[in-house]
């Protein structure tokens, strides 16, 4: 990657850019598939490109390649050249300082990445068999697992250069339980920077226990109900709110939060950061995708709202600090991801979230259920959406997968499908207990309740 790099960077000062921008990102992918109680496939794909931003004449342009030949390298320049000739930017812009930093624990695993192929499918094997033998009602299993290995290296032309590389590996599985003519679904999953952090038995059981359990589910009646959830859904949760915390979909789409930094927008036991250096955390990295030194921001602190998340660009347009938060996944509400998972070079980087972590309370989970009178856990959101962005009006499927009802304290059993049609601004006011018992998943965070949430039946 790193002769590549140079290549790039010595056409670009011969052709007189003002500056210039090389990453380079490589992934190494094998995919588990698992259908009908079998594995069906097992694959390995490598993917290694480079996307180049330059400066030249006011114009910022982008232009990336899948790095197949020399002759795609002088392509890929020139493209970014002529992009930056019909992009003019309207401020002041330059790339940012490339800054080596510390390495963020628990990112890379040895042990994954020396792992063969055939001691995946025996893990993806080992999650299948364990839904399989917990129960003869179990009577169909599908989903897979999935091991990445990525290397990026960002470099500029002047001079700088660093690089970072990491692990991850993320399972699912969806068991199907039948009898006596009634149909349970549910899933087990598991995300994680190592092996370490996945026990396969435990995600096909889960998946197991949870199927079955969900053959005597039963209706629930419509009203206000307090709805614990549990992570990982508790991040999908805040991340409805918190993605107006993003200058790029604030100024582009929908201005939720636009100048309310100061004011109160979730109950004062809500605190929540975002932090690449969370260590082991499913998105934590030393540097953000533009090699910007990676730091933990604080996004709501007592329920206020502090601050913004920044890439160089929406930070040099607010003319205000970066927070270190650029990500080239594309932003996820304008155009979809890429076909490869791992690190991205497809996309010009911006201004995203990486781990939401969310400051511990003091109640155990079993506090919260054991002081809830008339509630549901939610362990799972389905086609979830705001229908009114600027009034918060919200609304999920709850029960797709694990939903408990608990009457006077105690679970009492598994409910069918509803819907849950609130406010998002209501709902994280309404935020009245936070667990001490954080899952570091694809963010970091513990079991909530959230007071009196209208659930309406399917």
């Known amino acids: 990657m790193r002769n590549m790099i140079d290549k790039v960077l010595s056409k670009g000062e011969r052709l007189g850019m003002d500056d210039i921008e090389v990453y380079c990102a490589k992934n190494l992918t094998t995919k588990i598939r698992i259908g009908s109680n079998a594995v069906t496939s097992a694959f390995t794909i490598v993917d290694e490109g480079i996307g180049v931003r330059v400066i030249k004449d006011g114009g910022l342009g982008f232009a990336a390649v899948s790095l197949t030949s020399e002759d795609e390298l002088d392509k890929v320049l020139d493209d970014a050249v002529t992009a930056a000739k019909a992009r003019k930017l309207g401020f002041s812009y330059e790339f940012p300082s490339l800054e080596k930093s510390t390495e963020v624990l628990g990112t890379y695993d040895s042990k994954l990445v020396s792992l063969p192929e055939e001691d995946k499918v025996g893990l993806a094997n080992r999650m299948l068999e364990s839904s399989i033998a917990f129960d003869p009602r179990v009577v169909d299993n599908a989903g897979d697992v999935t091991f990445i290995e990525y290397e990026t290296v960002i470099a500029n032309a002047s001079g700088q250069q660093v690089s970072d590389r990491g692990t991850k590996l993320s399972a699912a599985l969806t068991a199907t339980a039948k009898a006596d003519g009634v149909t349970g679904e549910d899933a087990g ?73 100061g004011t109160k927008i979730l109950n004062e036991t809500v605190t929540i950061y975002d932090d690449p250096t969370y260590p082991g955390g499913y998105d934590s990295a030393s540097i953000d995708d533009e090699g910007v030194k990676a730091s933990r921001t604080t996004i709501f602190e007592n329920g206020i709202f502090k601050n913004m998340i920044y890439d160089s660009v929406s930070a040099a347009r607010k003319c205000v600090n970066g927070t270190g938060n650029a990500l080239r996944t594309g932003l996820w509400f304008v155009i979809n991801f890429s076909l490869f998972p791992g690190k991205n070079y497809n996309y010009e980087p911006y201004p995203e979230f990486s781990n939401m972590v969310m400051k511990l309370g003091d109640w155990s989970r079993d506090e919260i259920i054991e002081d809830t009178k008339k509630g549901v856990i939610s362990q799972c959101f389905h086609y979830s959406r705001v229908s009114q962005h600027i009034r918060g009006d919200f609304t999920s499927i709850l029960g797709r997968w694990k939903l408990y009802t608990v009457e006077n304290g105690e679970v009492t059993g598994t409910t069918v499908k509803c819907r849950l049609n609130d406010n998002i601004f209501r709902m994280f006011q309404g935020v009245d207990a936070v667990g001490n018992n954080p899952l570091v998943d694809f963010g970091v965070t513990p079991t909530v309740r959230v007071k009196d949430a209208n659930i309406t039946a399917f």
């Open 189 to 261: 999953r598991r995300q994680c920077r190592s092996l370490n952090g996945f026990n396969p038995e435990a995600v096909g059981r889960e998946a197991a226990e949870s199927a079955v359990e969900r053959l005597k589910a039963r209706k629930l009646e419509a009203g206000t109900y307090d709805l614990i959830v549990d992570p990982p859904t508790v991040t999908e949760m805040f991340y409805w709110l918190l993605r107006y915390a993003n200058p790029a979909y604030a100024d582009t789409y929908y201005p939720t939060l636009k100048n309310k930094v």
